[in-house]
């Protein structure tokens, strides 16, 4: 059973830092692509950065300058430094993974973690 668990979120004031991360554990085969999302009150779910399977990162330009998404992949971990912070930053945060399960075939999924709360108070 695969597994994204997201850790990090918090309440900070505006102009503070927060570093989220989101670890992937179970029967994984390689990693693809790697994803944080979030999702403010009243909002739809946005895609704030990307690491796609062809490299290099992709930013929504709300986040551009301020946030940073990193991976390890020997932790099979994906990270959102989130620096400048401003109330409107206020969001569930959700990481999100194109991954390969373990074993043969070679079976593609999409997965999400449970979301982690960012609060930022003005």
């Known amino acids: 059973q695969v597994q994204l668990v997201e850790s990090g979120g918090g309440l900070v004031q505006a102009g503070g830092s927060l570093r989220l991360s989101c670890a992937a554990s179970g029967d994984i085969g390689n990693i693809n692509a790697m994803a944080w999302y979030r999702q403010g009150p009243g909002k739809q779910r946005e895609l704030l950065a990307n690491m796609p399977t062809r490299g290099g990162t992709n930013y929504a330009d709300s986040v551009k300058g301020r946030f940073t998404i990193s991976r390890d992949n020997a932790k099979k971990t994906v990270y959102l430094q989130m620096n400048s912070l401003k109330p409107e930053d206020t969001a569930v945060y959700y990481c999100?993974?194109?991954?390969?399960?373990?074993?043969?075939?070679?079976?593609?999924?999409?997965?999400w973690g449970q979301g982690t709360q960012v609060t930022v108070s003005s």
């Open positions: 999100n993974a194109d991954l390969n399960l373990g074993g043969w075939p070679i079976i593609r999924r999409e997965f």
